[in-house]
């Protein structure tokens, strides 16, 4: 969906009365609608991104002219999640895009047949599906236990690939970081169906597509796919760092920041707490206090500022999947996995302790927060400061195991 017909029909519904509106655009950097994929600086790339640009610009003043303008409304703009870029070096050197346009010889996502690598390399066939991604689950067949024998085989067999990378000739391991249900529940990968639950999930280098083709490499099984070339829903900062930009009545004026540590679940409370409204079970998000005027604050949250702002901060690090927590587990469950059976079994004994304490710490802070946020109760300072507290221990105690 390009900018101008998303933003048209956004704007359509705004002027016939609807007044909560949301609209999706496609990404810039894919080809649409003929398919294939820009590299970051192609001339057509640009072009793309001026065409967004322009239609921003048409959007905001078509709704200017029925009065809709930020001074009355809220307007909230985010990426789902960054994208990695898969592909060569740009042409010519020192390229920007801008004052010279980029050229690549070679772009696109390095598919990987993880069923023919594991058969040739391995020489593993144990019959298993996969959710092809570049962090794709997968699913033994039989469900076996995260603890037997074939499912333990398979993952140390699965860690052990290796290709090398058209893109940097490095012959390394596929895989950077495994998570089997006790790590995935940690990063709030499960769901209330055991069904659903993978055997275990693998992120991959970003430059990877992995999936499961004929258990051979009769055919290459590491290919480039020029369709693609911007990969995401892995584990890495260039994809796990993305933006969020709101502007209307109670929003702060600050320009471009990287003060505030959010994610996703932060976007729904921040609104509602701005439009005077609730939900009514809690949030895993919390308002983001630091972006709304004083004056919009809900009561509970114009107090105790600091506390507030130090105890929203150490929630986000415990709680959400890519804070420091998150990471860190995930970093020792890659290595219980890979590991001998004897480690395994002590780091998910370690991390299923942490994460339990996990839970009812930020369990206890997002509790304390909703309550500020939309029951008009005041931040207890010292409980606060004592939940901050153990939000930092859980965070150092995850560090030594990840070591």
Same mark, same amino acid.
């Given at each position: ?16 009365? +609807?007044?909560? /509106? ?32 322009? $239609?921003?610009?048409?959007?905001f ?15 909230v703009?985010?990426?789902d ?5 898969a ?10 895009g801008?004052h010279?346009?980029c050229?690549?010889?070679? +772009?696109?996502?390095v ?13 593993v066939?144990?019959?298993f599906k ?12 039989g ?5 037997a ?12 690939? %290796?290709?090398?990378?058209?893109? %940097? ?31 275990? %999930? ?9 999936f499961a083709?004929?258990?051979?490499? $009769? ?9 693609f ?16 930009g ?20 932060d ?13 009514s079970?809690?949030?895993d ?15 509970g949250?114009r ?23 998150? %990471? ?13 059976? $004897? ?5 998910m004994? $370690? ?21 500020? /946020? ?8 010292p409980?606060?400061?004592?939940? +901050? ?15």
């Amino acid at each position: 969906m390009s900018a101008a017909s998303s933003l048209g029909y956004v704007a359509q519904m705004q002027e016939a009365g +609807i007044p909560v /509106t949301y609209g999706y655009l496609s990404d810039a950097h894919d080809r649409h609608p003929s398919g294939g994929a820009y590299g970051p600086g192609e001339a057509g790339y640009v072009a793309a991104l001026k065409s967004y640009d322009d $239609a921003f610009g048409t959007f905001f003043t078509r709704l200017a002219k029925d009065g809709i303008t930020k001074d009355n409304t809220l307007f909230v703009v985010t990426s789902d999640e960054n994208d990695h870029f898969a592909g060569g070096p740009a042409s010519p050197a020192g390229c920007d895009g801008i004052h010279v346009p980029c050229t690549y010889s070679t +772009i696109g996502e390095v598919n990987a047949n993880v069923a023919g690598l594991l058969a040739t390399q391995q020489g593993v066939t144990t019959p298993f599906k996969v959710h092809a991604d570049s962090a794709p689950n997968f699913y033994l067949n039989g469900n076996p236990a995260r603890d037997a024998t074939v499912t333990r085989d398979f993952e140390h067999a699965t860690a052990a690939l %290796t290709a090398t990378n058209p893109y %940097t000739g490095q012959n390394k391991q596929i895989f950077s970081y495994f998570a089997d249900p006790v790590e995935m529940k940690l990063l709030h990968m499960v769901t209330g169906d055991p069904h659903r639950t993978p055997t275990f %999930t693998g992120f991959a280098d970003p430059d990877y597509f992995v999936f499961a083709g004929a258990p051979n490499c $009769a055919s290459p099984c590491v290919t480039v796919q020029p369709g693609f070339a911007w990969n995401h829903g892995d584990f890495s900062p260039d994809i796990n760092v993305t933006w969020l930009g709101m502007v209307g009545p109670g929003i702060k004026h600050l320009g471009v920041t990287n003060s505030v540590w959010s994610d996703h679940t932060d976007i729904r409370p921040t609104i509602l707490s701005l439009v005077g409204l609730a939900d009514s079970y809690r949030s895993d998000g919390r308002a983001l206090s630091e972006l709304i005027e004083e004056n919009r604050l809900p009561v509970g949250l114009r107090g105790h500022r600091d506390t507030l702002s130090a105890l929203g901060a150490a929630y986000k690090q415990l709680n959400a999947s890519v804070g420091a927590f998150g %990471t860190n587990t995930l970093v020792a469950s890659t290595k219980g996995i890979d590991g001998p059976d $004897a480690r395994y079994a002590q780091t998910m004994s $370690a991390l299923t302790s942490l994460g339990q304490l996990r839970d009812l710490v930020a369990g206890q802070i997002a509790a304390q927060l909703d309550d500020a /946020t939309f029951h008009h109760e005041r931040i207890n300072e010292p409980l606060a400061r004592l939940e +901050i507290a153990l939000a930092e221990g859980l965070i150092v105690a995850s560090a030594a195991l990840a070591r």
